[in-house]
């Protein structure tokens, strides 16, 4: 046998021999640090599993606790964490928080309020956020002008809340008040949606237990309203007013530079308080504040009847108090009434004192004028003095009586203008206090004036025309003849033809209309968990003034029919009495016990 034919041949060796061994290690770690970075987003510590998007806390004032995810308990936090999803905070009496999600878009909670992230969530288009306000109140700001889409769902049991943009407050369990942009608002009665509605600028949603349980059952219920004054003259919301946007771990404002805007856009024509008629537009009710802004607005200079300090005799059941103030004028108070219709940066205002709104009575008259600015700073007081006698009031009297049996002009129609509603364009009397006047003008029309006042939703070159007439808007005084002239202008403003009709609205009905509540029920009691109600109804059209618990409600329009205003609450008991006024003459007077329970 031969030896070498049993010799071991040496081995021979590849390069990829070498290579494998580094190759599968190095796999290896990358398996163990992908699994640890999915650990790592996955959970923090106590081991509790939750969603990797979080969210910024910052402690505004007072003190605050959180309930992280499986814990169960109630802890002090400091400022500066992040909080995830399926966690609790609260605040404190003294507390006051910020939390800022998806780096842009922050919810603020108020004193004494519960909050938990139910879901959180972040894809390509952008963030989720699923929120439960347990109690107190949250005041929401989504940015809309980020490319980042964010919506956010906010429940309290009562209302089920859903927003892709904008500015809002909601109040648990029942109350949403919206400053810019929109929320679908649904009311819940045993966790079934009973009402759906969107509630836009301006605007605010009321409701409790009672009123979700009658919606249920398929009465219908009045819950949306225009914003209160109470409320924006509340510290809640002067303090949101105040504040910047969201706010990052080094403490930098990341908010947009761009003020929020819905734009404005015409919505009715109406008769202001200076008895001019102009285009109300739907303008934010907020903007960003300075916050270092300390220095009060100019005091307002009253221009008519008279100037500041000064006493004017007048010679009319009615008057017009003109002025102006400074650029920096966000509102404008005369005798703690905030004029509605002041335009902020338009440096003048005005207001309609009369006898028939109850703001003009025989004697004198004091009228104090107030300048307000976007920082709440508030003007010396400018005041003047209208004294009113009652000789004047006798001889006005006479006179009104004779303008309502005068014979109405007959209605016109010259150059293709027409008023074709109401009536066909004819003489009409009657006892409605709100009309759409709407009617024809020829091609080649430029603009339409109705009363000296340019139409600001006709277009140019359009053929159809439309002005509002309402007791309401100020435009149709009841008990008076209302002559409406409409003139047509071509573009180098040359009269193409006009048209005209009156409207008699007959203030002879007998009976002075006793107000009914019909607001939160037509029940004489009531029950709530609300510390804030809106009271309201319905009163005759001939009633002059309405009157709750003996203060006037400023905010009744003669004529409109209905009544209506925002009452602080006190627990236990709360009897509020309605009664109104037409020529001093009282009608009888409406109560309603409401029990508050907090």
Not at 50 to 59: A, G, H, P, Q, R
Not at 138 to 145: F, H, P, T
Not at 258 to 275: Q, R
Not at 522 to 536: C, E, K
Request: net charge negative.
């Amino acid at each position: 046998m031969n030896y070498y034919q049993y010799k071991r041949r040496a081995p021979r060796y590849q390069a990829t021999d070498f290579i494998k061994p580094f190759l599968l290690i190095i796999i290896f770690v990358g398996i163990i640090l992908t699994a640890w970075r999915f650990i790592g987003t996955e959970f923090i510590e106590g081991g509790n599993v939750i969603s990797s998007e979080k969210v910024f806390l910052d402690i505004e004032t007072g003190s605050a606790k959180a309930m992280t995810s499986g814990d169960g308990e109630w802890k002090n936090v400091p400022t500066g964490i992040y909080l995830y999803e399926g966690e609790k905070v609260k605040t404190q009496s003294d507390g006051r928080l910020t939390l800022t999600f998806f780096e842009k878009d922050t919810v603020r909670l108020d004193k004494s309020g519960e909050l938990q992230l139910k879901t959180l969530s972040r894809d390509a288009i952008g963030g989720q956020a699923a929120l439960q306000l347990n109690a107190g109140k949250i005041w929401v700001v989504i940015d809309k002008n980020s490319p980042i889409v964010s919506e956010f769902t906010i429940d309290t049991g009562l209302l089920s809340l859903k927003s892709s943009g904008g500015t809002f407050a909601v109040v648990n369990p029942g109350m949403l008040y919206v400053i810019s942009g929109s929320v679908k608002a649904e009311i819940l009665s045993e966790g079934k949606v009973v009402k759906t509605s969107t509630i836009g600028v301006g605007q605010e949603l009321v409701a409790d237990e009672t009123i979700a349980a009658d919606l249920a059952t398929g009465i219908q219920k009045e819950v949306i309203f225009a914003l209160d004054d109470t409320f924006k003259s509340s510290n809640w919301y002067r303090w949101n007013q105040q504040q910047k946007g969201a706010v990052t771990l080094n403490g930098e404002d990341v908010s947009s530079d761009a003020e929020e805007s819905d734009g404005t856009t015409p919505d009715e024509e109406v008769l202001s308080e200076t008895g001019t008629k102009e285009a109300i537009e739907e303008e934010e009710l907020a903007n960003e504040i300075d916050e270092n802004d300390k220095e009060a607005p100019s005091q307002p200079q009253i221009k008519e009847p008279g100037a500041n300090g000064e006493t004017v005799i007048l010679e009319d059941i009615e008057e017009i108090i003109i002025g102006t103030v400074s650029a920096d004028t966000e509102g404008v108070i005369v005798n703690d009434y905030r004029l509605t219709q002041y335009k902020p940066g338009s440096g003048k205002f005005s207001y309609y004192a009369k006898t028939a709104y109850g703001n003009l009575k025989v004697g004198d008259n004091e009228y104090k004028v107030i300048a307000v600015d976007k920082a709440g700073n508030k003007s010396e007081t400018a005041v003047i003095t209208l004294t009113l006698t009652q000789e004047v009031v006798d001889k006005t009297k006479p006179e009104e009586e004779e303008t309502t049996t005068e014979s109405a002009p007959e209605a016109t129609a010259t150059g293709g203008v027409k008023i074709t509603s109401p009536n066909n364009g004819e003489n009409l009397v009657t006892s409605e206090t709100s009309f759409e006047i709407k009617g024809e003008v020829p091609a080649g029309t430029a603009k339409v004036v109705v009363n000296d006042y340019t139409l600001q939703g006709f277009s140019e070159g359009g053929t159809t025309f439309l002005y509002r007439a309402s007791s309401t808007l100020g435009t149709l005084e009841i008990g008076e003849l209302n002559t409406y002239t409409v003139k047509a202008y071509d573009a180098d403003d040359k009269l193409l033809g006009t048209a005209s009709m009156t409207i008699d609205v007959e203030s002879s009905q007998t009976g002075v209309g006793d107000p009914v509540i019909t607001m939160p029920t037509s029940a004489s009691t009531y029950t709530t968990t609300l510390d804030q109600l809106v009271i309201g109804g319905a009163v005759g059209k001939w009633v002059e003034m309405v009157y709750l618990n003996g203060e006037p409600i400023h905010e009744y329009i003669p004529g409109s029919e209905q009544w209506k205003k925002t009452v602080n609450l006190n627990p236990g008991e709360n009897v509020l009495s309605v009664y109104g006024k037409k020529n001093g003459e009282q009608t009888s007077t409406v109560t309603i016990t409401i029990n508050y329970q907090n």
